[in-house]
DNA sequence: TTTT
DNA sequence: TTTT
């Protein structure tokens, strides 16, 4: 059952800071808003206007931390994750869904000033392979191992 | 206001027909559900799971009107666009949230029998422009231009 | 380092079989064209042309395998990876130059007939992870793990 | 004809100044070389190793004109285009592959000190459209017509 | 030839 | 060398 392509890529700036939640199991989760900006030219007063869309980005675990650590409100980011709509039942018994973009990789796009890492955070975190003999390859974004998904 | 990314890319499944809206000044709009598929491998059972997940597409005029001539339920098509999130008021005076991916490039994936188009639909329909002595160049795939959006 | 991206994303037909090269160490690499196309309407003379632009995808270990185990000449496939020149002397003297596309993803999308996998292969093969008591959660897509890269 | 997809997305910096060149007809086409890293970690060492790929971008008409207007070197801008490998005769005889990413869409990434656009800049330069009483919408990034395309 |  |  597949055959299928869910990809979302996203440049955007940090609306607020990254809250972190911590599981019993060692797992965790952050979420950040990100703001992208599109901009219209009314066609008829001829006036520039500009839509700012919010995106709800999760991340999770080592990644999640990576975040959290490095990144500020107010900061840019490419982010590459994919679509999930979850929904549940409001209080008057109504579907509700909510449209979040789990992260799978992202890239920091700010400068940072001093001793941070900004860009050069150690990539792949936790991807815990051990192939001696070889080279690794690991990408110039981070990315979340599939692997150590919560159920959730 | 800007330096910003949107960009969403679906390879999926129709799950019902293309739904048109005309609008009174000869805009319209077409609306259709697709699929894509995920798989879990559940670590404790080790069993396979396919979660389904919807995304609400939004295409509009020229666009709109070859996806419903040549698309039916149950076509695999490829999509590209942005997200959209919009906002209303329900009865309860709650607001709601229902995101879209409006789309701007789209390609045929189900092979057609008959004289259908399938993928050798008149790429970039509307694209209106009249430059002489030159080669147009179009993509493969179908874009819609953004000259014939309407205000929504 | 980084703060980079390098993503392809293609959608085409395989212009001949899967070729593999094995490796001593047990590794081992398959390579194949892709062909894309592109249409033009030749404004002057109001001809349209296509144009096939072909590409050089490299996949490795057990995707390289699963890759010539599914693929044939003809079928189409969406490929994810990254742009990799390669250069080299020819006999001249002269410096030469190679693009690949290293695939990092991939989705087939040709509907096989009889029990074949076409979509549904296993898939994120040789993730080799084990985490107890979580589900994991695999792409639609089939990924190679950056881990068994080999030095080339 | 189609169904395919050719797409490319990087995030780079520029590795020299934007080369511009005009045609008799008023045509004007842009180069720059582009810089994406990766990261290795050499298994058997440990140490860390980057890799840098170089991208020939290349863009049309007014889209390469706001680059060069812009752009410097050492700035980092996302590009969205397509491969396109150009072949030719070297004086042996041989051919000669050359490939280059035709850039489509761009956003420049380097906030700029003073009075300098960087990412405000001017959106769809060129789009020339003329419908009225509807908002035009354009893209955060700036999009290069398919329209004027020359013939190369 | 870029960047960190 | 693919596909429509």
New binding site residues.
């Given amino acids: 059952m597949s055959g299928t392509l869910n990809k979302v890529m996203l440049i955007g700036h940090l609306g607020d800071e990254v809250k972190m939640h911590y599981f019993e199991g060692g797992g965790s989760i952050g979420r950040f808003p990100l703001a992208t900006n599109e901009t219209y030219t009314n066609r008829t007063t001829g006036e520039r206007v500009t839509n700012t869309e919010w995106h709800n980005i999760v991340v999770r675990n080592k990644a999640a931390e990576i975040c959290e650590k490095y990144l500020s409100k107010g900061d840019r980011i490419y982010v590459e994750g994919r679509i999930k709509t979850r929904q549940w039942q409001d209080d008057s018994g109504n579907t509700r869904y909510s449209t979040e973009i789990q992260a799978t990789d992202f890239t920091f796009l700010t400068?940072?000033k001093e001793g941070q890492?900004?860009?050069?955070i150690p990539a792949k975190p936790a991807q815990g392979s051990a192939q001696p003999q070889q080279p690794q390859t690991s990408d110039p974004v981070v990315s979340t191992p599939e692997d150590d998904d919560l159920p959730f």
């Fill in positions: 400068t940072k890492p900004a860009d050069g």
